[in-house]
């Protein structure tokens, strides 16, 4: 899927493999700018990644803190609010 954030279009997948929550790479190319969220874990972790990895790309500026502080604040909001992936 195709994803605009922070102005710049990311290409956004789940991936199986990843050791890691999420991540991002962005060489600078459109084509280039991907992020990976792993699909190991459980529906809340997976929501409170995708917050996370998207806030980096739209903010790159904010610092690691924030962003962790700003993804778990919003993921358990939505999680309440009864998000849930189809």
Known sequence: MRVRLGG???????????????DMIDPGKAEGRL???????GEQDTLDSI??????????????????QTANDISRLLWKLGYRRE
């Open 35 to 41: 992020i990976r969220i792993g699909t190991w874990q």
């Open 51 to 68: 917050i996370h990895e998207a806030l980096h790309a739209s903010l790159p500026l904010l610092d690691e803190t924030a962003v962790h």
């Open 8 to 22: 710049k279009y990311w290409r956004f997948r789940f991936a199986a493999n990843l050791r890691d929550y999420g």
